[in-house]
């Protein structure tokens, strides 16, 4: 079945965006939250086969300096058919001419964003509203012991 590829928000179903990250799994991101996170964002593709969305992907960014590319989500069924390469892609080409385009790879799954030309960071730092659940997951480094050393 042909894709049909869009940025356009104006028809997209926000509780079958939530689906779509609940299925990927990328969690329980609610329809509203989302709704703001993508309205908020620079870029944006939603991809559609057969009027049901099978993948999604954003990208924050500045205009000049840092573009972030966030919550790529293809449906299982859609997984290890190129569709989240080309979702990356697409969002990495509207990025261009940023200083920076930076992402954070679900644990596990930086080899892929490695072969797609991303480079791991030396420096990268985060605050997550759940420290302790961001380690717990591999996001984070268990904090040292006194963080003022």
């Known amino acids: 079945m042909p894709l049909h590829w869009t940025s356009a928000l ?3 179903d926000w509780e079958e965006l939530s689906a779509l990250y609940r299925a990927a799994p990328l969690g329980d ?3 509203q939250g989302l709704k703001t996170a993508f309205t908020h964002s620079m870029f944006r593709f939603l991809v559609y086969e057969d009027g049901a969305l099978v993948g999604a992907g954003r990208a924050l960014a500045d205009g000049i300096d840092c573009a972030y590319i966030c919550d790529i989500a293809v449906l299982p069924s859609h997984q290890g058919t190129g569709l989240g390469r080309e979702l990356v892609s697409r969002l990495v080409e509207a990025s261009r001419g940023h200083r920076k385009i930076i992402l954070y ?5 930086e080899a892929f964003y490695e072969k797609l030309g991303f480079a791991r960071m030396n420096t990268a730092m985060a605050i997550f509203q759940n420290q302790a659940q961001a380690v717990e997951r591999g996001y984070l480094q268990a904090p040292r012991e006194d963080p003022a050393k």
């Open 10 to 12: 104006d028809a997209l």
């Open 29 to 31: 991101k609610s329809p």
């Open 105 to 109: 790879a679900v644990p596990g799954k």
